[in-house]
């Protein structure tokens, strides 16, 4: 394969502006709400046996009941979201557990939803369907990928983060490793 060709990297898109792309732009919807194989992108789907940052040896079925159940509230976290589908935790979050510390949200995304979701990607995600997203890059096609959010910025602490942003960044090391011969 030569090195340093030329790809098109993988792009978010923010759920709002989903609608105004060329009609012929690839577009990737992996919220949980899509189709499959690409429902199973969320951080919702049960996947199981993901393990719990700063918890050795504790596992998850899905990446957002690893969010979800080391939030903080009230002092406390949930590990039972760690078992089956889960929603959305009420109260307002002091932060997140990470072993024995207290995160606030910017470094909890870093530590614990970036590196839950990325070992998902690696270890429970079909991998022809990464190929064939890195392939298209690689093939030079430009690609959309939203979930439900609008935030792909990982410093906004203001409106969750969208786990698009995480598989975008993902993806694009992986092209930029294969364009390198890496």
Same mark, same amino acid.
């Given at each position: 394969?030569?090195?340093?060709?030329?790809?098109?990297?993988?792009?978010?898109?923010?759920?709002?502006?989903?609608?105004?792309?060329?009609?012929?732009?690839? #577009?990737?919807? #992996?919220?949980?709400?899509?189709?499959?194989?690409?429902?199973?992108?969320?951080?919702?789907?049960?996947?199981?046996?993901?393990?719990?940052?700063?918890?050795?040896?504790?596992?998850?079925?899905?990446?957002?009941?690893?969010?979800?159940?080391?939030?903080?509230?009230?002092?406390?976290?949930?590990?039972?979201?760690?078992?089956?589908?889960?929603?959305?935790?009420?109260?307002?979050?002091?932060?997140?557990?990470?072993?024995?510390?207290?995160?606030?949200?910017?470094?909890?995304?870093?530590?614990?939803?970036?590196? !839950?979701?990325?070992?998902?990607?690696?270890?429970?995600?079909?991998?022809?369907?990464?190929?064939?997203?890195?392939?298209?890059?690689?093939?030079?096609?430009?690609?959309?990928?939203?979930?439900?959010?609008?935030?792909?910025?990982?410093?906004?602490?203001?409106?969750?983060?969208?786990? !698009? !942003?995480?598989?975008?960044?993902?993806?694009?090391?992986?092209?930029?490793?294969?364009?390198?011969?890496?």
């Amino acid at each position: 394969m030569p090195k340093n060709r030329r790809y098109s990297p993988c792009l978010f898109l923010p759920y709002s502006q989903r609608g105004m792309l060329a009609k012929k732009a690839i #577009v990737h919807d #992996v919220s949980s709400y899509a189709d499959l194989p690409y429902c199973t992108l969320s951080p919702m789907w049960v996947h199981g046996g993901i393990p719990v940052p700063g918890m050795p040896g504790v596992t998850s079925d899905t990446v957002e009941g690893i969010w979800q159940g080391l939030k903080v509230i009230r002092g406390e976290v949930a590990t039972r979201y760690f078992r089956g589908s889960c929603g959305k935790r009420g109260g307002k979050p002091a932060g997140h557990r990470y072993a024995d510390q207290l995160l606030k949200i910017v470094e909890a995304r870093e530590k614990i939803y970036r590196v !839950a979701y990325e070992w998902t990607l690696i270890h429970r995600v079909d991998a022809q369907l990464l190929e064939g997203f890195v392939e298209q890059a690689l093939a030079g096609h430009s690609q959309y990928f939203h979930d439900v959010s609008d935030n792909g910025n990982i410093g906004n602490p203001d409106e969750g983060w969208a786990h !698009a !942003a995480v598989l975008v960044q993902f993806l694009n090391r992986l092209c930029s490793r294969r364009n390198n011969g890496g």
